[in-house]
């Protein structure tokens, strides 16, 4: 942790120019004095199935105090701020995000070395990202990330597909999709209940990553159990550290924002 307080920090938002549409982006950072925000690697954010930048609430603010780094947020096409777009989402979407938009984001952000912070499905973006970039990667996050579509990830996403029949659900979605809601539903929904994605998984790309890993899962996750984050230790081929939070469910920087940004922090403390 800094001595750097989260009043301390700004954002402010850009948009980058993607051959398929706009990508919507959040950077936050603290006072220019500060150094470490311009030596350290920043943070690259990926969020989850239903998720966007203004999701992430106040939680990259406070990382980017507690690790004295910049944060970097953006809303994948279609989802958020960013264009809309009417095509679901290919089966290798996950590591589409690693071949197609994030190198447009890394050239026109002037990226080069950087930490990847993934949740849920972002989780497996991230891991992509740093398999593919293995010298720029200085190190990699996940949270509750999914290894392959566990029985209990598939049972999580069909309940929460019966719960969004409620009109209600739908309009909390609109918040912050606007338009768009609908399709992200059936982006998350469609996609990893199609019975062609049950043989989607990121254990032949994990030993690609090289870097160190910090896998962080809760105890009662309801879309994958302890054995994804177990995964992700075993088989990435840098040095690993695997938490598992108790009494969590799928989301520990929301439950859990202390602990989490505790075990940020000190992890990213020993990169650069």
Not at 38 to 62: M, N, Q
Not at 168 to 192: C, F, M, N, S
Request: with cysteine; charged share 25%; hydrophobic share 40%.
């Amino acid at each position: 942790m800094t001595n750097i307080e989260t009043a301390d920090i700004v954002s402010n938002d850009i948009r980058v120019d993607h051959p398929r549409g706009q990508l919507f982006v959040r950077i936050w950072q603290g006072p220019q004095e500060a150094a470490s925000f311009r030596e350290k690697a920043p943070i690259v954010l990926f969020h989850d199935s239903l998720g966007c930048v203004d999701l992430w609430r106040d939680f990259p603010a406070r990382l980017s105090a507690a690790t004295g780094r910049k944060i970097i947020a953006y809303d994948r096409l279609g989802f958020g701020q960013s264009d809309p777009r009417t095509d679901r989402p290919a089966l290798d979407f996950v590591a589409d995000e690693a071949t197609t938009f994030f190198p447009v984001l890394r050239e026109q952000l002037g990226l080069r070395g950087f930490i990847a912070f993934g949740h849920s499905v972002g989780g497996g973006m991230a891991v992509h990202c740093a398999a593919r970039y293995p010298e720029d990667c200085h190190a990699l996050v996940t949270v509750a990330a999914q290894v392959f579509p566990e029985d209990r990830t598939l049972q999580g996403i069909r309940a929460a597909k019966e719960q969004f029949k409620d009109e209600a659900q739908i309009d909390r979605l609109r918040k912050y999709h606007g338009d768009k809601a609908e399709w992200v539903l059936d982006a998350w929904t469609g996609t990893w209940l199609d019975p062609a994605f049950a043989s989607w998984s990121i254990a032949d790309v994990l030993p690609k990553v090289t870097c160190p890993v910090l896998a962080i899962h809760g105890e009662f996750d309801e879309y994958g159990s302890t054995r994804h984050p177990e995964m992700i230790g075993q088989l990435s081929g840098g040095p690993s550290q695997v938490e598992i939070m108790k009494d969590t469910n799928h989301v520990p920087h929301r439950e859990r924002p202390e602990v989490t940004l505790r075990l940020v922090s000190e992890f990213a403390a020993s990169t650069r």
